[in-house]
């Protein structure tokens, strides 16, 4: 749980528009900015253990609500890809808000959809395998698009770039490598 809460902070900064250097004064443990990419590393403590992430905030969000664009408040928006000691990366989304009970996020990555499951504001991969196809198609693809429904039925569309995430996730994956 406290590595969600660091992941949230740092991210946070990260979605706020902060410039690196100022970026590096509030967050000490990003570690790397790949492009529209950034690395952070959280080091083992106590029963949690090593984390290294690449995150993104997106480029463009469009919500609407009956097919019409509609202005919401949102926290924030974050798709993520962390990697801890010995394992392979594991994908994340943070849309926002609380997901539709039941519901399931869709990602569309150049034309190869997959679905993530979903738990509140959080969204996962369903396996490790899937985990890993989702990875490969990010470092083939230029833009990933996630569509969801919020629990009080706006339907959101988060565009982000995937420019840099392949040296972003090696940095992240070396870091946590072991």
């Known amino acids: 749980m406290a590595s969600v809460i660091l992941r949230a902070f740092s991210a946070t900064v990260l979605t706020m528009g902060i410039a690196s250097g100022a970026l590096a004064q509030v967050s000490t443990n990003r570690v790397a900015a790949e492009t529209d990419w950034s690395v952070f590393v959280e080091e083992a403590s106590g029963d949690t253990p090593k984390e290294c992430w690449g995150v993104s905030a997106p480029k463009e969000t469009v919500n609407t609500k009956d097919g019409k664009a509609t202005s919401v408040r949102r926290g924030d ?18 849309g926002g808000y609380p997901f539709a009970g039941g519901s399931t996020v869709g990602l569309d990555i150049g034309g190869t959809k997959f679905d993530l499951f979903s738990d509140g504001e959080w969204a996962w991969a369903g396996s490790k395998d899937d985990d890993a ?38 940095e992240a994956a070396k870091r946590c490598a072991g």
């Not at 988060?158 to 972003?168: E, K, P, Q, R, Y």
Request: cysteine-free; aromatic content about 8%.
């Open 77 to 94: 928006i974050l798709l993520f890809v962390t990697y801890r000691p010995g394992g392979q990366g594991e994908v994340s989304f943070n």
């Open 133 to 170: 196809k989702i990875i490969a198609a990010m470092r083939a693809g230029s833009s990933a698009v996630l569509t969801a429904r919020s629990a009080r039925g706006t339907q959101t569309a988060d565009t982000f770039s995937l420019s840099g995430i392949s040296a972003a996730l090696d």
